[in-house]
């Protein structure tokens, strides 16, 4: 089986309008979330997942030059960003945007899929 990437993306206007929403909003969310996360386990697609703080709390190291360079920030200025993402392992690539549609109607996002690199082989 292969390992997909299922990136959570959000923008500035989601964050704004997350910070509209009552507990009463966003409870619905966190609980398709958690249920989805469940259907993962249960179906042996899941490695793991996780949420990211903001953007702003966002570090940037670079030591491809003669020193390392601490910023921070993000590496490059965008309009939208991840913030969070599952980790599963699909036996291709149609069976991971099924379970990305399914992640993105629980946490009320955009999902991007994107598969991991093979393993050289030994």
């Not at 509209?20 to 979330?33: G, L």
């Amino acid at each position: 089986m292969s390992q997909y990437l299922l990136a959570v993306n959000g923008s500035a206007a989601d964050v704004e309008a997350q910070a509209q929403m009552t507990m009463e909003e966003i409870q619905p969310i966190f609980e398709a979330v958690n249920v989805f996360n469940e259907k993962l386990k249960a179906e042996g697609a899941w490695v793991f997942a996780g949420g990211l703080q903001p953007i702003e709390s966002t570090t940037t190291v670079d030591n491809t030059g003669a020193e390392t360079v601490i910023t921070d920030g993000p590496f490059v200025e965008s309009k939208e960003w991840i913030g969070g993402f599952w980790v599963i392992e699909a036996p291709d690539l149609d069976a991971a945007l099924k379970w990305a549609a399914e992640g993105s109607k629980a946490c009320a996002g955009r999902v991007e899929v994107r598969p991991f690199q093979d393993e050289p082989e030994a």
